[in-house]
């Protein structure tokens, strides 16, 4: 059987959506979220002290700058004036990476967990730790509750101010396994010390949304939650490749591949920041007119977009919508530079 046949296969026993509803802790001992008290009172802000620059989203410098994660302040201090919570896994998983150094990342020391046992295997990842426990190592399994670490202000460069440090939270999906092949053509001219779990290879989502929705019973799981996500951006890909995102997250298809026919490409939707999370396969006939190895902007929502002004997914150039600096990353690391 064909490597071809056999994913379709894979893909066709894979289920859409999962029913069941999740079970989740927050990822620190705060307990206000759970209160619904104010974002306020839990939320780190920036310097600029405004509550907001501490969400995920275009929340700094005006709206001009992302913050991919949620920065989540302690409820407890050591004798110093050391943040001294501990960090919690908020779902079952496996450790996929651990950074104890502090200076080789902007996230500081940090720990990334796949979560295998959910639909699609999201990643969540906790940064800026004062340590790593040592209990942990790569590739162990954890559980839902079980320590990482301790929360605190570490960073490349300068450190947090003890007065601002806090834990950074991601929920997200990794683009591509193939991710050092990226690095390389890109010729950053530094070590990627981070493997596929570096920063830039990872696509977040609003973890404060989603625990919210979680939490007041909208949702059950990131299925339903990414499944709820807003076009901003929809765009054809002429390729027969099968990325290993699709291979890792069949849930996001819209169809099975072989209702496609002769696979000759996909066609991606992104929310407001750039997340890919709903994919069709197209055969030859569906994409009439476009060239192997083009890629088209076929769908925009201008008005979403205008509020997007930190992510770059589109533009106009010579009368016609095309990818973006920011969507065009997103791509290339998904199927390859371009």
């Given amino acids: ?44 802000p920036t310097a600029s002290g405004v509550a907001e620059s501490g969400l995920f989203g275009c929340v700094r410098s005006g709206g001009a700058q992302f913050h991919e994660g949620l920065d989540i302040r302690p409820v407890k201090r050591d004798r110093k004036g050391e943040p001294a919570d501990p960090i ?45 426990d040592g209990g942990i190592a ?37 683009l591509t396994q193939n991710f050092q092949r990226w690095y390389d053509a890109k010729k950053f001219g530094s070590k990627n010390d981070h493997g596929m779990w570096n920063g830039m290879n990872l696509s977040g ?21 990414l499944s709820g996500q807003r076009e901003v951006v929809r765009v054809r ?18 169809r099975q ?24 396969p197209l055969n030859a006939t569906e994409l009439a007119g476009q060239a192997m190895g083009e890629t088209r902007v076929v769908s925009v929502d201008e008005a979403w977009l205008r509020q997007c002004r930190c992510k770059h997914l589109a533009l106009r150039k010579v009368g016609r919508w095309v990818e973006g600096r920011d969507l065009k990353n997103t791509l290339d690391l998904i199927f390859g530079p371009r």
């Fill in 1 to 44: 059987m064909s490597l071809l046949l056999r994913f379709l296969l894979l893909v066709s026993l894979v289920p859409v959506s999962l029913a069941q509803r999740l079970e989740l802790v927050w990822p620190t001992p705060s307990q206000a979220f759970l209160e619904k008290r104010s974002f306020e009172t839990y939320i780190q």
């Fill in 88 to 132: 919690f896994a908020v779902l079952p998983g496996v450790v996929r990476h651990i950074s104890r150094v502090a200076g080789n990342s902007n996230y500081g020391r940090y720990v990334v967990l796949e979560h295998p046992d959910v639909r699609p295997a999201i990643y969540t990842l906790y940064a800026h730790l004062a340590s790593v």
């Fill in 138 to 174: 790569i590739g162990q399994p954890v559980a839902r509750g079980q320590v990482l670490g301790v929360m605190g202000r570490s960073a490349s460069g300068q450190a947090i101010p003890k007065d601002r440090g806090h834990l950074h939270f991601e929920f997200g999906l990794a």
């Fill in 205 to 225: 989502f609003d973890p404060l949304e989603f625990f919210t929705e979680w939490r007041d019973g909208r949702v059950d799981n990131f299925m339903d939650y």
């Fill in 237 to 254: 890909v002429s390729t027969r490749l099968i990325p290993d995102f699709v291979r890792r997250y069949p849930e996001l298809l819209t």
């Fill in 257 to 280: 591949a072989a209702d496609a026919g002769v696979l000759s490409g996909w066609e991606i939707s992104v929310n407001r920041t750039g997340l890919p999370f709903r994919l069709t």
